[in-house]
């Protein structure tokens, strides 16, 4: 599975072990729900890794993943853990903005995450 970032930056190896992790618990949470893995995935490295120092946990959302399956998106900050039922392929920008203030999900996020899975179909 490819991850997407929100703008290049290259991550040491303590952040990206950081996002392996949350990875893998977002991984678990789909799995608990005995859904299908997600189709994309999409990181904010900044949330990661800043200034060359690693981040445990961050303020905002860090990382998304969409499960088609499902329409559902899957999100954490490093800490806590959130999903929302929405239907990102169909949906417009409008939409998409009204679904980041709602959730307080990044649009940008949104935003590429959508492009990811518009790509894959």
Known sequence: M????????????AASALVKFDM??????????????PAAWVAEPDGYQQDGHVLRDS???????YVVDSGTIYATDG??????????ETSSV???????????LP?????????QVSERQ
Not at 2 to 13: F, P, Q, R, S, V
Not at 59 to 65: E, F, Q, S
Not at 107 to 114: A, D, I, K
């Open 94 to 104: 409008v939409e998409l903005e009204a679904v980041a203030e709602s959730t307080q």
């Open 24 to 37: 893998e618990s977002i991984g678990q949470m789909v799995s608990a729900e005995r859904a299908t893995q």
């Open 2 to 13: 490819k991850i997407h970032y929100t703008h290049e930056i290259e991550l040491n190896d």
């Open 59 to 65: 303020d905002t959302i860090r990382l998304i993943a």
């Open 79 to 88: 800490c806590n853990s959130c999903r929302h039922a929405i239907r990102i």
């Open 107 to 115: 649009l940008p996020m949104l935003v590429l995450l959508s492009q």
